[in-house]
């Protein structure tokens, strides 16, 4: 490990990525690469969750496209020096702002959407002229492999390098100095990535989860929400860090809305959702097992069942389900969806803001004072009015975390900044050298530069 990130920083310094022809032409290697191993992705994804071809390209392969597409046609205007305003006093220069990129960067991905939440933060890393050491999940070991494959083919390990394994070679990694920390994953593991960057004083991105809420209010138009929050549920089986974790509903709506949550689930999968082949399943037992505990003590209204044999867990809906149920003491991360409700807006408020800011919200209404509400009074990561969870197909939004689901953010523009360090440079002529800064001091001076410094 420390063998790699000691080759990637001589050839960092040797200062071939910081040139934008460079840096355009590996993104766009990336990009024909994507097309040809397609075929392979998909089979990988197949393997490790069961994701069908349509889902892997819409949520996966197709995402990071647009993000290449989008970041090659912006790379040069992105990668500008920007010129500043100079304050009188400092006449005669010129101040500017260069981004520069951080140098060696690590890269640690989940295993929920291991080809995105792998290549998007490295499309950026690489935009912004770094080096990388990438680190997927074992947790799915094809698409993992396929990945280091991939990559390996495209670049030489110099520059890009994926690491394979589990929490030892983690370890290991972690000792090691890197320049940039970008981890996607649990707020427990955050915490370590944190401790061990601490050490390095090294920067670090943290783009963790939570329970994020889907709030519906009584104005809500019932069968779309429904749609839209199905959706998100049933989009990788609700194993996705910005799925509407639960429902917080207006109580005169809740029966209505049950009823259009269960049509628009048999629409999309099906009477027997259990035996949809493109219905994504738990990514393990131990997942699958902590997801049929955590409806123990609440009433399925929709769905229920699960196969211990297939992985799959239908998507659920529980009633009877308080602030101390088992679904509401962690991130569900699974296809079910408990429902609370509420009677006046300010229970809402006091509930979402009395716990950890999430890194999604979702508002289903048609009421300009809610959507206001919404918008400025709870704080979240991002979220969307009326839908759920594609705020993060929008380059221009910035996507990340605040609070316990996480800091920075990522995503067009904001993942360039997030992996470059702004330097600021002031260059100053030598043909006027005004002598009011320099000792001794006078009081004729120091009255000029009572009139500059205003
Ligand atoms: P995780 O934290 O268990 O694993 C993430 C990465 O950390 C993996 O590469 C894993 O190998 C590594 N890791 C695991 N345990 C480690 C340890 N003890 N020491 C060092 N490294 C370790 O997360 P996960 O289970 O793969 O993913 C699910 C979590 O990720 C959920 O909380 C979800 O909300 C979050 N998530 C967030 C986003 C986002 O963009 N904010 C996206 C996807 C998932």
Known sequence: MQQIAN?????????????????????????????????????????????????????EIGMVTSSLNHTIRSLRGWSKPRRVHTPLAQFPSVSRVLPEPYGVALIMSPW?????????????????????????????????????????????????????????????????????????????????????????LTPVTLELGGKSPCIVDASANLRVAARRIAFGKILNAGQTCVAPD?????????????????????????????????????????????????????????????????????????????????????????????ILTWDKWDEVEQFVLSRPRPLASY??????????????????GGGCINDTIIHLAVHGLPFGGIGDSGMGSYHGKAGFDTFSHYKSVLSKANWLDLPFRYHPYSKWAEKILRLFLR
């Open 112 to 200: 929920n959407y291991p080809v995105l939440l792998c290549l998007d933060p490295l499309v950026a890393a690489l935009s912004a002229g770094n080096c990388c050491v990438v680190k997927p999940s074992s947790m799915t070991p094809a698409t993992s492999a396929v990945l280091a494959e991939m990559l390996g083919s495209l670049y030489p390990k110099e520059y890009v390098h994926v690491v394979l394994g589990g929490r030892d070679s983690t370890g290991v990694l972690l000792e090691q100095k890197f320049d940039y920390i970008f981890f996607t994953g649990s707020p427990t593991v955050g915490h370590i990535i944190m401790d061990a960057a601490a050490r390095h």
């Open 7 to 59: 080759l990637q920083r001589r050839f960092f310094n040797t200062h071939a990525t910081r040139d934008v022809k460079f840096r355009r032409d590996a993104l766009k290697k990336l990009r024909a690469a994507l097309k040809e191993w397609e075929p392979r992705i998909c089979d990988a994804l197949q393997k490790d969750l069961g994701k069908c071809a349509m889902e892997t390209f819409m949520t």
């Open 363 to 380: 508002l289903f209404s048609t009421d300009s004072a809610n959507k206001k509400r919404f918008s400025q009074h709870l704080s979240f």
């Open 246 to 338: 639960y429902l917080f509903i207006h109580h005169s709506v809740k029966d209505a809305f049950v009823q259009e949550y269960r049509r628009a689930v048999t629409e999309m999968l099906g009477e027997e959702p259990l035996k949809n082949e493109e219905f994504t399943y738990i990514i393990c037992k131990r997942h699958f097992d902590r997801l049929m505990e955590l409806m123990q003590d609440a009433t399925p209204v929709v769905g229920g069942k699960g196969d211990a044999a297939t992985l799959r867990i239908e998507p659920t809906v529980l009633d009877d389900v308080t602030p101390s149920s088992a679904s509401m003491q962690q991130e569900i991360f699974g296809p079910v969806l408990p």
